[in-house]
T-cell receptor, first 114, second 110 residues
Framework: NAGVTQTPKFQVLKTGQSMTLQCAQDMNHEYMSWYRQDPGMGLRLIHYSVGAGITDQGEVPNGYNVSRSTTEDFPLRLLSAAPSQTSVYFC?????????????FGPGTRLTVL | GQQVMQIPQYQHVQEGEDFTTYCNSSTTLSNIQWYKQRPGGHPVFLIQLVKSGEVKKQKRLTFQFGEAKKNSSLHITATQTTDVGTYFCAGLTNDYKLSFGAGTTVTVRA
């Protein structure tokens, strides 16, 4: 099993550009999440999904969209990139839910917005 | 705002020494999880504590959940260079919201 995969690993955007961060898992997990990690702030939840077709907002959803058309994939879209979105983005999945059982994290995408 | 607070933010340890990192919540937690993130890496699940007063050990790591289920600690004995990284706690509230602490970043002097 590949576990949780994320692409790209690194990305540089200009302010106003849009892009999609890809996330996929092959563990048949229902629960998937997107986090951003900034220095000194730990991990903050952006959006999450409890199954295909179901998504919800986390702590910091503004400027991001998600969709979950399949169990495996959970892409994160930046609509109009801003310098404040410079961060490391992690996708995670779990069988029953974040905090209920083990969360598996992807390798991350390091995003810089100029 | 951040519901789960973690101290200290940085821990510089001499190889072979012990240290403890603490996690405190403003509300009662259903459970608490601990993760480790190596420099440049991603968080990796270490353990989950569910019961009040629970203590679990993984080799040189000892995890404890407070009696009131509002705090937790991670104690590492005989620190090694392989212990370098950031340790996060994550508390699950009774309404199923998971809140991560800001982490304790550990460096080791050989």
């Amino acid at each position: 099993n590949a576990g949780v995969t994320q692409t790209p690993k690194f990305q540089v955007l200009k302010t106003g550009q849009s892009m999609t961060l890809q996330c996929a898992q092959d563990m048949n997990h229902e629960y998937m999440s997107w986090y951003r990690q900034d220095p000194g702030m730990g991990l903050r939840l952006i959006h999450y999904s409890v199954g295909a077709g179901i998504t919800d907002q986390g702590e910091v959803p503004n400027g991001y969209n998600v969709s979950r058309s399949t169990t495996e994939d959970f892409p994160l879209r930046l609509l109009s990139a801003a310098p404040s979105q410079t961060s490391v983005y992690f996708c995670a999945s779990s069988l029953q839910g974040a905090g209920i059982d083990t969360q598996y994290f992807g390798p991350g995408t390091r995003l810089t917005v100029l | 705002g951040q519901q789960v607070m973690q101290i200290p933010q940085y821990q510089h340890v001499q190889e072979g020494e012990d240290f403890t990192t603490y996690c405190n919540s403003s509300t009662t937690l259903s459970n608490i999880q601990w993760y480790k993130q190596r420099p440049g890496g991603h968080p990796v699940f270490l353990i989950q504590l569910v019961k009040s007063g629970e203590v679990k050990k993984q080799k040189r790591l000892t995890f404890q959940f407070g009696e009131a289920k509002k705090n937790s600690s991670l104690h590492i004995t005989a620190t090694q260079t392989t212990d370098v990284g950031t340790y996060f706690c994550a508390g699950l509230t009774n309404d199923y919201k998971l809140s991560f602490g800001a982490g304790t970043t550990v460096t080791v002097r050989a």
